[in-house]
């Protein structure tokens, strides 16, 4: 993997720069469109390459392990030809999905028991197990298996849950020397930096990620729960301390302002449920700011979604055809909600990166921010 992050804004932490893989390139600052199961929700492969650009999207370990399994995903030669997407594929450990079943898992030191969502069958996540999966399913970049910490949560849970994750670092790390790739291609781990809100944790774990010399970084634990400015902080502190040379990921970060804010703190690679995930439920993100599509209000509305962005949507759909079809509970309202809200991520990155490159990026944040919060 090569990155090269050469131009950086004169006013804050914030860069641009190249992610090279080997299934193309990947420029920085970009949002990743989340791909649970091998498919962004309501979104066509076609829609991902042609209207939205994605460079890169999520394919996530836990479900893919549980549905199609691995041995269909070998059998297929990996995600990205069970998908039909030859663009790059980041894969979580599935950690964050352990974490979010806290009612039906036991955390060891060896490893993660668990309860399907599913079925209600068992299984058994190990460090070691984690690498194997991912390693079937074929990302380009995938993650080292973590704890991910709740919000709140006491010291001396943060501390233990921190040790455990190192522990399994190394595991991962060593499996990997041990175990070469299934596909004819390289596969790049990031490690993750967790430690709750406390500073001493986040730096020493900082610092025993960037002792790994992974080809890039992780950022975990954050948009938990935790108040905006805890989030921020956290992340320009942890920044500090990551190595330049190699591209940073904030997971599961945020909305269009958390994204603008990220950035200056020197993230280069952020993904989110939301934009899919509210458009399903009606909600838009546009340059003018946030739209409930499902207000009388737009009923008679025929301007174009975002009279600001580059979303072929835009041009194609008025606000008063599409809350129509919510209210008439039609998928295709779905599918145009986000397409359009995954577009306006993606032209957000862009316009970001733009700016950085033209050396203005902090005032336009500044400007831009209370605009993208306003509530239309």
Not at 178 to 183: A, C, G, R, S, T
Not at 220 to 237: A, F, K, Q, W
Request: glycine share 8%; with cysteine.
């Amino acid at each position: 993997m090569f990155f090269s992050s050469n131009i950086k804004d004169k006013n804050s932490k914030a860069r641009a720069g190249i992610l090279q893989t080997d299934h193309g390139k990947i420029e920085t600052p970009i949002f990743m469109p989340v791909g649970t199961v091998g498919s962004v929700k309501s979104v066509h492969q076609r829609e991902l390459k042609e209207d939205i650009n994605a460079q890169i999207i999520l394919g996530n370990t836990y479900h893919l392990y549980l549905r199609p399994g691995t041995d269909i995903l070998y059998k297929a030669g990996g995600l990205h030809k069970f998908i039909n997407w030859n663009r790059p594929v980041l894969t979580d450990s599935g950690g964050y999905q352990v974490f979010s079943l806290s009612q039906t898992r036991k955390i060891q030191e060896e490893g993660v028991k668990f309860k399907s969502h599913i079925d209600g069958s068992y299984h058994f996540f190990t460090p070691e197990k984690s690498m194997e999966i991912q390693r079937f399913i074929g990302g380009d970049i995938f993650m080292a298996f973590d704890e991910c910490t709740p919000y709140p949560c006491d010291y001396s849970y943060a501390k233990n849950s921190l040790t455990i994750t190192h522990q399994w670092l190394k595991r991962c790390v060593k499996w990997c020397d041990e175990n070469p790739e299934f596909y004819n291609y390289k596969q790049h781990l990031f490690p993750i930096v967790q430690g709750s809100t406390f500073d001493d944790l986040r730096k020493f774990s900082a610092e025993f990620i960037s002792s790994v010399h992974a080809d890039g970084n992780a950022i975990g634990g954050l948009s938990v729960g935790e108040p905006e400015e805890e989030m921020y902080r956290i992340t320009d502190l942890v920044t500090d301390i990551l190595p330049l040379d190699k591209p940073r990921y904030l997971m599961g970060v945020g909305t269009p302002w958390n994204i603008l804010e990220s950035i200056s703190l020197g993230i280069d690679m952020m993904d989110c449920v939301m934009p899919t995930r509210n458009a399903r439920n009606g909600m838009l993100f546009t340059w003018d700011g946030v739209i409930n599509i499902k207000n009388k209000k737009w009923a008679d509305d025929f301007s174009e979604l975002d009279t600001k962005g580059t979303a072929f949507v835009d041009h194609d759909y008025s606000k008063a055809y599409l809350r129509h079809l919510f209210s008439a509970n039609e998928f295709l309202g779905k599918q145009i909600a986000s397409v359009h809200n995954l577009a306006f991520y993606l032209d957000l990155v862009k316009t970001a990166r733009k700016h950085i490159i033209e050396g203005d990026f902090t005032s336009w944040k500044k400007s831009v921010i209370p605009q993208l919060r306003n509530r239309l």
